[in-house]
């Protein structure tokens, strides 16, 4: 099955900005865009971010995500953008859509941020 | 507060089945779609099965079509994930997940095939 593009491993400086993104194509994030999700080691993943029409009022990020995380899309790539850099922000980041063409849900292959 | 369960993992040999269950808590368990995400060793994520709240959708991937079958039991607030002819390469973690916005995972249960 169709899987997403994420770059294997982003490296940025504490307090920095990370862009993290999500590549796909019209069956999938095209279609209703992606959630995100972060796991750290040893732990199983946790929602950051909302796909498009998954959004309770509105609102893109669950309760208790940090404002930190934001999500946006444009065409057929989707993009985490982490502001703030923190210690604990040190984590796998994968993205999930739902394809249409396959009938079933993509995970991208995953980035690992590191925090220096 | 809202809780996800899994269990049912081990070892297991080539060829042979294994049952999973994943037990929910804390919300209206039927009134949501349910789903089996898997991760292998030191890899990502992958989604593997899903079905609806009435089981009127169900879905597998192409690498466990025909041999896994995916049910739930509203009544006992259950999910089940039976495997049959398992090969090496379905050793992994089991998660099972809430929704299609996956918002709620539980701890996973490992599952290992080798002879």
């Known amino acids: 099955q169709a899987g997403l593009t994420q770059p294997p491993s982003v490296s940025k400086d504490l307090r920095q900005t990370a862009t993290l993104t999500c590549t796909g194509n019209?069956?999938?994030?095209?279609?209703?865009?992606v959630a995100w999700l972060q796991q750290h080691q040893g732990h199983p993943p946790k929602l950051l971010s909302y796909?498009?029409?998954?959004?309770?009022?509105?609102?893109n990020r669950p309760s208790g995500v940090s404002e930190r995380f934001s999500a946006s899309r444009s065409g057929n790539t989707a993009s985490l953008t982490i502001t703030g850099l923190q210690p604990e922000d040190e984590a796998d980041y994968y993205c999930l859509a739902w394809d249409t063409s396959h009938s079933a849900w993509v995970f991208g292959g995953g980035t690992k941020l590191n925090v220096l | 507060e809202v809780h996800l369960v899994e269990s049912g993992g081990g070892l297991v040999q080539p060829g042979r089945s294994l049952r999973l269950s994943c037990a929910a808590s804390?919300?209206?368990?039927?009134?949501?779609?349910m789903h089996w995400v898997r991760q292998a060793p030191g890899k990502g994520l992958e989604w593997v099965s899903g079905?609806?709240?009435?089981?009127?959708?169900?879905g597998y991937a192409d690498s466990v079509k025909g041999r896994f079958t995916v049910s739930r039991d509203n009544a006992k607030n259950s999910l089940y994930l039976q495997m049959n002819s398992l090969r090496p390469e379905d050793t992994a973690l089991y998660y099972c997940a809430r929704d299609d916005a996956f918002d709620i995972w539980g701890q996973g249960t490992v599952v290992t095939v080798s002879s």
């Open positions: 079905l609806s709240w009435n089981s009127g959708s169900i």
């Open positions: 796909r498009d029409n998954n959004r309770p009022s509105g609102v």
């Open positions: 019209t069956n999938n994030v095209g279609f209703r865009g």
């Open positions: 804390g919300f209206s368990f039927a009134n949501h779609a």
